[in-house]
């Protein structure tokens, strides 16, 4: 199966190199560029690609509210937006997660990640590594956003225990297979049930997830890991 690739760039030649270097792989191909997030909104409309590759900072329309026109799209439900930024930027980068952006990428990226990181989100799973999850998530997500209304708890009253507990292991960053190390599960397992845990959540995805883990209070960061 090809992978449809979106690219919404306000720098040409970044986008070219990317296009390049996407279309040299035999399972993706770009299927559009834009160079701003009002043309990226309207491309993905019309093409329905499976990643959009999202700039934060673009003239007009910004890469967040494209990202948040993207997701909460229901038509738009089966594309996965992965944003390109910059770690000082991180404060945007926890602001496109709550829109449903499924992961990000630094613009200083190897080749070999970039496309790794289209896989990954292509997949359905969050390009969140745990060093990120607790760096970004805990420190900006748990903080209690003046433009939104977070869910309550009440929100995980379908999620049996099990779920519940594979829920907050992930909100901490470990991977399915060091999920199943710690309870003795096998990897298999533990993704059966964080998909359904994502299912009757209505998370588009691992990271959405995570996000609704310290949304609701299912896990709170240790105090040593807040930034003032």
């Excluded at 026109?69 to 945007?92: K, M, N």
């Excluded at 970004?136 to 379908?158: C, E, N, V, Y």
Aim: hydrophobic share 45%; glycine share 8%.
């Amino acid at each position: 199966m090809t992978i449809r690739v979106l690219l919404a760039d306000d720098q040409a030649l970044l986008r070219e190199t990317f296009r390049i270097l996407i279309d040299s792989c035999p399972d993706m191909e770009v299927v559009g560029e834009a160079s701003d997030g009002s043309e990226a909104v309207r491309l993905t409309q019309a093409r329905r690609p499976d990643v959009v590759v999202m700039d934060i900072r673009m003239p007009g329309t910004d890469g967040l509210a494209a990202t948040a026109a993207i997701c909460g799209d229901p038509d738009l439900s089966a594309t996965r937006v992965l944003i390109l930024t910059t770690f000082e930027v991180d404060q945007y980068v926890a602001q496109a997660l709550r829109a449903g952006a499924s992961g990000f990428l630094g613009k200083d990226v190897s080749a070999s990640d970039l496309l790794a990181g289209i896989r990954t989100v292509a997949s359905g799973d969050a390009l969140l590594s745990p060093q990120a999850t607790r760096a970004l998530i805990t420190r900006f997500l748990a903080s209690p956003d003046p433009d939104s209304h977070p869910p309550g708890a009440d929100r995980l009253a379908g999620l049996t225990a099990r779920e519940r507990e594979m829920m907050a292991l992930a909100a901490e960053g470990h991977s399915n297979q060091q999920i199943a190390g710690k309870l003795f599960l096998r990897p298999l397992t533990v993704r059966t049930h964080i998909q359904r845990a994502m299912m009757k959540l209505h998370a588009r995805d691992r990271a959405q997830l995570v996000v609704i883990a310290y949304q609701t209070g299912l896990i709170r960061p240790p105090s040593g890991d807040r930034t003032e």
